[in-house]
């Protein structure tokens, strides 16, 4: 059997990295809003515990944004592109099934309810810590796994 491959990565590879990040975006997402109401309430947009937003875009930040000298500039790029594209995201989910899936009007300094300073605040953070700390961990883990498949 032939690998395929996609940007370098066995498709095997990536959709496991894309399932990973993505239940690990709903663990996430999850226990943010149980913190936030005190219940629990599903945060996937799927069947299962999957939010694809965060497989997406931690695929996109591992790819497409190289590590900078400055952990302030990444922080600051990373803000910039998950707002985006969260607002993106937010934007064509609202289109095609006339819904939104979150809502932030009631925060301040929002816009649209689907964008606000706090995330994009967390947006920095989070890209920060997972491009530095968790994706080369990850990765050592999955090419061990790939290893010995």
């Given amino acids: 059997m032939q690998n395929i491959t996609v940007f370098g990565h066995d498709l095997l590879y990536l959709g496991l990295y894309f399932f990973f990040w993505s239940a690990f975006g709903w663990c996430f997402e999850v226990i943010v809003r149980t913190l936030e109401t005190g219940a629990f309430e599903n945060r996937g947009t799927l069947y299962g515990p999957i939010c694809p937003i965060y497989g997406v875009g ?3 930040l591992d ?13 600051v790029i990373s803000a910039v592109v998950c707002t985006a594209f969260e607002f993106t995201v937010g934007c064509i989910l609202k289109k095609l099934f006339n819904a939104m899936w979150w809502d932030y009007s009631w925060k301040r300094f929002n816009f649209c309810g689907l964008i606000c300073l706090e995330s ?3 947006w920095g953070l989070g890209g920060v810590v997972t491009k530095y700390v968790l994706i080369p961990k990850i990765a050592i883990a999955m090419s061990y796994i790939f290893s010995h498949i």
Wanted: hydrophobic share 60%; aromatic share 26%.
């Fill in 58 to 60: 931690v695929f996109i």
């Fill in 63 to 75: 790819e497409f944004i190289p590590k900078t000298d400055s952990v302030f500039l990444f922080f």
């Fill in 120 to 122: 994009t605040l967390g």
